[in-house]
Nanobody, 126 residues
Framework: QVQLVESGGGSVQAGGSLKLSCVAS?????????MGWFRQAPGKQREGVAA????????YYADSVKGRFAISQDNAKNTVYLLMNNLNPEDTAMYYC??????????????????WGQGTQVTVSS
């Protein structure tokens, strides 16, 4: 059974950085595999933050995080990372890792992902 386990969340001040990790068990990596990061703040819908294709050749970002966040993966470690720089209070949310296949331009649609982690909380204070 596929398992996704996130870590790396925490509390930081505005302008700070955090690096989230997602360890994926039993995920078949390949060109069609997509790993995504989503976030959900209280009272808001879950939104796509970033995604990366299985071969690492394609990355996708929400406009709100472009230039500040970077997604990467280490297939040998079955791990996907989300480096978050210059954090601001609007980035406060529960962050989730997700796995899917053949997603492409639908990367920000949560319904296209099959497996989800339990989430890790990120809190940014001003």
């Amino acid at each position: 059974q596929v398992q996704l386990v996130e870590s790396g969340g925490g509390s930081v001040q505005a302008g700070g950085s955090l690096k989230l990790s997602c360890v994926a068990s039993r995920v078949n990596y390949g060109a069609n595999n997509f790993m995504g990061w989503f976030r959900q703040a209280p009272g808001k819908q879950r939104e796509g933050v970033a995604a990366i294709s299985g071969n690492g050749g394609d990355t996708y970002y929400a406009d709100s995080v472009k230039g500040r966040f970077a997604i990467s993966q280490d297939n040998a470690k079955n791990t996907v990372y989300l480096l978050m720089n210059n954090l601001n209070p609007e980035d406060t949310a529960m962050y989730y890792c997700a796995a899917g296949w053949s997603i492409g331009h639908r990367w920000s649609n949560a319904d296209t992902y099959k497996y989800w982690g339990q989430g890790t909380q990120v809190t940014v204070s001003s």
